[in-house]
């Protein structure tokens, strides 16, 4: 009888830093514009621009279609709060977000990614296992994360998010697909909203 095999998992310790290539000063207090933190993959937080953002089921497994309407209510929970969300889709095994962190009013600081990853995937593992009276990961612990630099098309990499369920087969159209918000665009001809007639 062979004995079990075992992989090596390698694990770097967690850790967070803050840095800053350039500072904002917001009622008198002095804020990093760039803070890194890092647990297993580097992450880097640009206030102020907008971040692609994928994160996945724990083992890839597929969410059921309740599941994602779940998942779905709780990435759109918080935009305008925490976030400004560009676009959203969530997938059979993964999620994928465009969205650029806001100022958290109470504490005068831009809302940490850390945060919103924690409030979006904890409360919907925690409405998913409740649903199915069970308690574990839904999401792998790790999300990887992107500052969408000025030199990239922010159109292109949301065209790229809403194709995602197309090049995927489950529609032939990203609108027929329930579980994609994007934000609508904008109408330059709309006069300024304090504009007075």
């Given at each position: 009888?062979?004995?079990?095999?075992?992989?090596p998992v390698w694990e770097e310790p967690a850790y967070f830093a803050s840095f800053s290539d350039?500072?904002?000063?917001?009622?008198?207090?002095?804020?990093?514009?760039?803070?890194?933190?890092?647990?297993?993959?580097?992450?880097?937080?640009?206030?102020?621009?907008?971040?692609?953002?994928?994160?996945?089921?724990?083992?890839?497994?597929?969410?059921?279609?309740?599941?994602?309407?779940?998942?779905?209510?709780?990435?759109?929970?918080?935009?305008?709060?925490?976030?400004?969300?560009?676009?959203?889709?969530?997938?059979?095994?993964?999620?994928?977000?465009?969205?650029?962190?806001?100022?958290?009013?109470?504490?005068?600081?831009?809302?940490?990614?850390?945060?919103?990853?924690?409030?979006?995937?904890?409360?919907?593992?925690?409405?998913?296992?409740?649903?199915?009276?069970?308690?574990?990961?839904?999401?792998?612990?790790?999300?990887?994360?992107?500052?969408?630099?000025?030199?990239?098309?922010?159109?292109?990499?949301?065209?790229?998010?809403?194709?995602?369920?197309?090049?995927?087969?489950?529609?032939?159209?990203?609108?027929?697909?329930?579980?994609?918000?994007?934000?609508?665009?904008?109408?330059?001809?709309?006069?300024?909203?304090?504009?007075?007639?």
């Amino acid at each position: 009888m062979r004995p079990p095999l075992r992989v090596p998992v390698w694990e770097e310790p967690a850790y967070f830093a803050s840095f800053s290539d350039s500072v904002s000063i917001f009622n008198g207090r002095i804020i990093p514009a760039v803070t890194f933190y890092r647990r297993n993959l580097p992450h880097l937080q640009r206030d102020y621009k907008p971040h692609f953002i994928t994160f996945v089921t724990k083992f890839r497994q597929e969410l059921p279609d309740w599941a994602r309407d779940i998942t779905f209510g709780c990435c759109l929970h918080d935009h305008g709060i925490r976030y400004s969300l560009h676009v959203a889709v969530v997938m059979p095994d993964h999620v994928h977000l465009i969205l650029t962190p806001l100022i958290d009013q109470d504490h005068r600081l831009i809302v940490s990614l850390i945060e919103i990853m924690r409030a979006i995937k904890g409360a919907s593992a925690r409405s998913i296992n409740q649903r199915l009276r069970l308690h574990g990961a839904i999401w792998q612990e790790e999300s990887f994360d992107h500052v969408l630099c000025s030199s990239e098309n922010l159109d292109a990499k949301i065209d790229y998010i809403l194709q995602n369920p197309v090049r995927a087969g489950l529609v032939q159209d990203w609108q027929m697909y329930p579980w994609v918000w994007r934000r609508p665009a904008a109408n330059p001809y709309a006069p300024p909203e304090n504009c007075l007639a």
